[in-house]
Nanobody, 124 residues
Framework: QVRLVESGGGLVQAGVSLRLSCAAS????????MAWFRQAPGKDREFVGA????????NYADSVKGRFTISRDNAKNTAYLQMNSLKPEDTAVYYC?????????????????WGQGTQVTVSS
């Protein structure tokens, strides 16, 4: 079992940066690939990006590529989502998720463990 807790969300203006954190506990964090998803009101949960267990491989949705960066610190059992140049359309609840499989996975049902989410609101 893996417990995930997100933090770092908030209300910000367009153009600024924000960093989300995902703290993990339970099973060995370094054995899991980690991902970030987001869900805007009335929309399906969508893939944002993922990082392999070692941190050497990352994948991003086209909508955030070049603006968002995923990283992890296995010594701290924490994954991060650095979000730069935020836009109003980035407004959503952001979730971190974990899978024991590779990071080349983009679908909600590919991930076994989920956090409770953190709200990010970007005003124009």
């Amino acid at each position: 079992q893996v417990r995930l807790v997100e933090s770092g969300g908030g209300l910000v203006q367009a153009g600024v940066s924000l960093r989300l954190s995902c703290a993990a506990s339970g099973r060995t964090f370094s054995s899991f690939s980690m991902a970030w998803f987001r869900q805007a009101p009335g929309k399906d949960r969508e893939f944002v990006g993922a990082i392999s267990w070692s941190g050497s491989n990352t994948n991003y949705a086209d909508s955030v590529k070049g603006r968002f960066t995923i990283s992890r610190d296995n010594a701290k059992n924490t994954a991060y989502l650095q979000m730069n140049s935020l836009k109003p359309e980035d407004t959503a609840v952001y979730y971190c998720a974990a899978t024991p499989h590779s990071a080349n996975r983009y679908r909600v049902y590919d991930y076994d463990y989920w956090g409770q989410g953190t709200q990010v609101t970007v005003s124009s």
